[in-house]
C-alpha cells in the first residue's frame, strides 16, 4: 500500500503555479551560484590576467570532479522524485541516505587525491608562465582538497528539489554568497588584520562560503520541528544519516546516476583539451576562456536550474502516470528559459565592451573578452533549451540518452576547434566551436524530449 503523499507533492495543482513555486528560487540559487563566481573573477581581475588564467586552470579540476557529485545528485533526485510520486516514502528516504553516504565518501577520496597529485595535474595544460602555474597549484589545493563542502550542497539541493522544497537551497546559497562577498576583498587584497592573501584567498572564501551552506541545509534536516508543523519533512529526517539502506538502493543510485557522472566529467575533459589549444594563444586567451564561462554562466546556471525544477516536476509526474502534465510543464517552461537565453543574448551583443571591463583592464585581453561574448553569446537561447530539456528527459529516467547525446555533439567541438583555429578565424574559430555545438544541443533535446513523452505514454498504456 501507499504512504500518504507529501504536501510537496508536483502532481497536483496549477500547472504554472507548481512550476514558479518550485522553478524560481531554484533560479535565485542559480544566480546567487553565478554571484558567487563572478565576485571571484571581478576580485583576482585586479592581480591581472595571471591571477584569472590560473585560478582558470586550478578551478578545471573542480569541474572535472563534479562527475562524482553529479552521480549521486542525479541518482538521488531522480529516485527520490519518482519514489514520492507513487507514494513511497520510506523508499525515498533509502535512495536519499545512500545518495548522501556516497557524495560524502566520493568528495573525501577526490580531496585527497587532489593534494597529493596537484603538479602534475596542473603541469597537464602546458603553461609555461611560472606565475600562473604558481595560482594555478595554490587554488586547486584549497578548492578541490576540501570539496566535500561542494559535493554535499550538490547532491543536498537535488533531493531537497526532488520533494518540492527549492526555497531551503535557496537560503543556504543566499547566506553563502553573503559570506563570499564579504571576505573576498577582504582575503584577496588584506583588509585590517588579514593578510593579502590573493588567490588563495578567494579559495578560502569560495571554500568558506560552500561550509556555510551546507551547514544551513544539514541544520534544516536535523533541526527540531514542532508535530503541528511537520506536514512536509525532509525524507533525510529521522532515518537515521549514516546508517546503511539495502544494497539495491545504492545500485540503483549507481546505474542512474553514471550516465550523468561521465557526461559531465566528459564535457570538463573536452573543456580541458580546448584550454590546451587556446593556451597557444597567451594567457590572455585561457583567462578570457575561464571568465567568459563564468559570465555566460548566467544563462547556464539559470537553464540549469530550470532544468532541475523539470527533473523533479516530470520525475514525479511520470511517477503518478500524468504526462499530459509533463508536457504542458514543459512547454511552460520552454517559453520561460528562451526568454532568458535572448535576453543574455541581446546583453552580450549589444555591451560586450562595457562588460568584460568589468573583469579586465588589459586592453588586448578586453578586445578577446568582446569577441568571445559576441560570439558564443549567440548560442544562448539554445543552450538554454538543452539543459531544460536534459532534466526533463532524465526526470523520465533516460539519463544514458542525455549523456549519449550530450557527449556526442560536445565532443564535436575539438574537431571543429581544430579545423576553425587553424583558418584565418584563429582563436574566434575555437569561439565558433563552442557556439555552433550548442545550437545543435539544443536543437536536438527539443525533439528528443518530444519524442521521448510519446514513448513514456505508450509505455504507460500498456501496463
Keep these: 500500500m501507499s504512504e500518504k503523499r507529501p504536501s510537496g507533492d508536483l502532481t497536483e495543482g496549477p500547472i504554472f503555479k507548481v512550476l514558479s513555486r518550485l522553478a524560481l528560487p531554484i533560479m535565485a540559487s542559480?544566480?546567487?551560484?553565478?554571484?558567487?563566481?563572478?565576485?571571484?573573477?571581478?576580485?583576482?581581475?585586479?592581480?591581472?590576467?595571471?591571477?584569472?588564467a590560473g585560478v582558470g586552470v586550478g578551478g578545471m579540476y573542480s569541474w572535472l570532479s563534479q562527475g562524482l557529485s553529479a552521480l549521486t545528485r542525479m541518482g538521488g533526485q531522480v529516485y527520490v522524485a519518482q519514489s514520492l510520486g507513487r507514494?513511497?516514502?520510506?523508499?525515498?528516504?533509502?535512495?536519499?541516505?545512500?545518495?548522501?553516504q556516497m557524495v560524502i565518501g566520493f568528495g573525501l577520496l577526490f580531496g585527497l587525491i587532489s593534494l597529493l597529485f596537484?603538479?602534475?595535474?596542473?603541469?597537464f595544460f602546458g603553461i609555461e608562465d611560472a606565475v600562473t602555474v604558481g595560482y594555478a597549484r595554490v587554488y586547486m589545493k584549497i578548492t578541490c582538497g576540501l570539496i566535500l563542502f561542494s559535493y554535499i550542497n550538490y547532491t543536498l539541493t537535488g533531493?531537497?528539489?526532488?520533494?518540492?522544497?527549492?526555497?531551503?537551497?535557496?537560503?543556504?546559497?543566499?547566506?553563502?554568497?553573503?559570506?563570499?562577498?564579504?571576505?573576498?576583498?577582504v582575503l584577496i587584497l588584506g583588509v585590517g588584520p588579514f593578510p593579502r592573501m590573493e588567490v588563495a584567498g578567494a579559495a578560502v572564501a569560495t571554500v568558506g562560503a560552500q561550509a556555510v551552506v551546507m551547514l544551513v541545509m544539514v541544520w534544516e534536516i536535523i533541526k527540531p520541528v514542532k508535530k503541528e508543523k511537520a506536514e512536509r519533512p525532509n525524507v533525510l529526517r529521522g532515518a537515521g544519516l549514516f546508517r546503511p539502506s539495502p544494497a539495491g538502493y545504492y545500485r540503483d543510485v549507481l546505474r542512474m546516476g553514471v550516465p550523468t557522472a561521465l557526461q559531465t566529467s566528459v564535457y570538463c575533459l573536452i573543456s580541458m583539451v580546448l584550454t590546451r589549444m587556446v593556451a597557444v594563444f597567451g594567457s590572455g586567451a585561457v583567462a578570457v576562456q575561464r571568465v567568459g564561462g563564468q559570465i555566460e554562466s548566467i544563462c547556464w546556471n539559470a537553464a540549469e536550474g530550470f532544468g532541475t525544477a523539470m527533473n523533479a516536476f516530470v520525475g514525479q509526474n511520470f511517477g503518478a502516470a500524468k504526462t499530459g502534465r509533463m508536457r504542458t510543464g514543459y512547454r511552460i517552461?520552454?517559453?520561460?528559459?528562451?526568454?532568458?537565453?535572448?535576453?543574455?543574448?541581446?546583453?552580450?551583443?549589444?555591451f560586450p565592451v562595457p562588460i568584460s571591463r568589468l573583469f579586465f583592464h588589459e586592453t588586448d585581453v578586453i578586445a578577446i573578452s568582446a569577441g568571445y561574448l559576441m560570439i558564443v553569446g549567440l548560442s544562448e537561447p539554445f543552450m538554454a533549451v538543452e539543459l531544460m530539456s536534459e532534466g526533463a528527459i532524465a526526470g523520465l529516467g533516460k539519463t544514458k540518452l542525455c549523456s549519449a547525446i550530450s557527449v556526442t555533439l560536445t565532443g564535436m567541438r575539438i574537431p571543429l576547434a581544430w579545423l576553425l583555429g587553424g583558418?584565418?578565424?584563429?582563436?574566434?574559430?575555437?569561439?565558433?566551436?563552442?557556439?555552433?555545438?550548442?545550437?545543435?544541443?539544443?536543437?536536438?533535446?527539443?525533439?528528443?524530449?518530444?519524442?521521448?513523452?510519446?514513448?513514456s505514454e505508450r509505455m504507460l498504456r500498456g501496463k
Excluded at 507514494?87 to 548522501?100: I, M, T
Excluded at 531537497?160 to 559570506?179: E, H, I, M, R
Excluded at 517552461?333 to 549589444?350: E, P
Aim: charged share 10%.
Design 30 to 52: 542559480s544566480f546567487l551560484s553565478t554571484a558567487y563566481n563572478i565576485t571571484d573573477m571581478a576580485w583576482i581581475g585586479m592581480l591581472g590576467a595571471d591571477a584569472v
Design 87 to 100: 507514494g513511497q516514502r520510506r523508499e525515498a528516504g533509502h535512495y536519499a541516505r545512500a545518495a548522501v
Design 118 to 123: 596537484t603538479g602534475p595535474l596542473v603541469g
Design 159 to 185: 533531493l531537497f528539489t526532488a520533494q518540492g522544497d527549492s526555497k531551503t537551497p535557496l537560503k543556504a546559497n543566499a547566506l553563502g554568497l553573503l559570506v563570499n562577498m564579504v571576505f573576498d576583498p
Design 333 to 350: 517552461s520552454l517559453m520561460m528559459v528562451l526568454s532568458l537565453g535572448t535576453a543574455v543574448t541581446l546583453a552580450f551583443l549589444l
Design 423 to 455: 583558418t584565418a578565424l584563429g582563436l574566434n574559430g575555437i569561439w565558433w566551436a563552442l557556439t555552433l555545438s550548442s545550437v545543435c544541443k539544443g536543437i536536438v533535446f527539443y525533439f528528443t524530449f518530444r519524442r521521448e513523452c510519446v514513448r
